[in-house]
């Protein structure tokens, strides 16, 4: 079984969804600490050729806290209404912002399980065949260890025989392929090749959130996007 896993963040850049649909299991990390970095915010396209950060409004957010002990703020009215002013006029518009609304409005406010359904429902509209899952709902899992062994030891109890991550060996020191093979396990890496699809009528801005992406690209040209990567 083929197992790949991250802290959930909210419409992330495409890499993230080639780990999510390239893997059997996705195991979304609601129990790890909350990372300011890029949980709740991304980059989406400001009046056609801007790149601007975007904010899903959380509360009592801390990195001294675990994602699923931070909450979402009830209106989140203003970031809805900016992603409605600028990709109005976006050739998949009328398809994604329906989606958007409704992820927007969901009712669990738990940070962890609002981003997780957005993940899912994004992952739904391009017909992923994923499973989903929670760590903190991992039964057996041993809460003491802490960075590889942690994954490790998720793998192991999920009887995953690859993990596959995001970035490449340099920008994750920790994790070493002879003590994953140790445990019977094969490591990898999704390293995304040149992503570029029409922005209007501008130049391409590149690293958005998928936001953008699905914006500008039906199901189908999205999904090929997708395909843009090699596992190494």
């Given at each position: 079984?083929?197992?790949?896993?991250?802290?959930?963040?909210?419409?992330p850049y495409i890499p993230y969804y080639q780990l999510m649909k390239n893997v059997d299991?996705?195991?979304?990390?609601?129990?790890?600490?909350?990372?300011?970095?890029?949980?709740?915010?991304?980059?989406?396209?400001?009046?056609?050729?801007?790149?601007?950060?975007?904010?899903l409004v959380v509360l009592g957010a801390s990195q001294n806290k675990l994602v699923n002990?931070?909450?979402?703020?009830?209106?989140?009215?203003?970031?809805?209404?900016?992603?409605?002013?600028?990709?109005?006029?976006?050739?998949?518009?009328?398809?994604?912002?329906?989606?958007?609304?409704?992820?927007?409005?969901?009712?669990?406010?738990?940070?962890?399980?609002?981003?997780?359904?957005?993940?899912?429902?994004?992952?739904?509209?391009?017909?992923?065949?994923?499973?989903?899952?929670?760590?903190?709902?991992?039964?057996?899992?041993?809460?003491?260890?802490r960075f590889q062994n942690r994954v490790l030891n998720l793998c192991t109890v999920l009887?995953?025989?690859?993990?596959?991550?995001?970035?490449?060996?340099?920008?994750?020191?920790?994790?070493?392929?002879?003590?994953?093979?140790?445990?019977?396990?094969?490591?990898?890496?999704?390293?995304?090749?040149?992503?570029?699809?029409?922005?209007?009528?501008?130049?391409?801005?590149?690293?958005?959130?998928?936001?953008?992406?699905?914006?500008?690209?039906?199901?189908?040209?999205?999904?090929?996007?997708?395909?843009?990567?090699?596992?190494?």
């Open positions: 079984m083929r197992l790949g896993g991250n802290q959930p963040f909210f419409f299991v996705f195991m979304i990390a609601d129990d790890f600490n909350y990372s300011r970095a890029w949980t709740n915010r991304n980059y989406m396209l400001l009046r056609g050729r801007e790149r601007f950060m975007f904010n002990e931070v909450r979402v703020a009830d209106d989140q009215y203003k970031l809805l209404k900016t992603i409605e002013i600028n990709y109005r006029k976006a050739p998949f518009f009328k398809d994604v912002f329906p989606m958007v609304e409704k992820i927007l409005a969901y009712g669990d406010k738990n940070l962890a399980r609002y981003l997780g359904n957005s993940l899912v429902t994004t992952a739904n509209y391009l017909g992923f065949d994923t499973k989903f899952i929670y760590s903190s709902e991992i039964e057996g899992k041993d809460h003491t260890l009887k995953a025989d690859e993990y596959v991550n995001l970035g490449g060996e340099d920008e994750h020191p920790l994790y070493d392929r002879k003590a994953f093979k140790q445990c019977g396990i094969d490591l990898y890496y999704i390293k995304s090749g040149p992503v570029e699809y029409k922005q209007f009528n501008n130049p391409f801005i590149s690293n958005l959130s998928m936001l953008d992406v699905l914006m500008f690209n039906s199901i189908e040209q999205t999904n090929e996007l997708l395909t843009q990567f090699e596992l190494v």
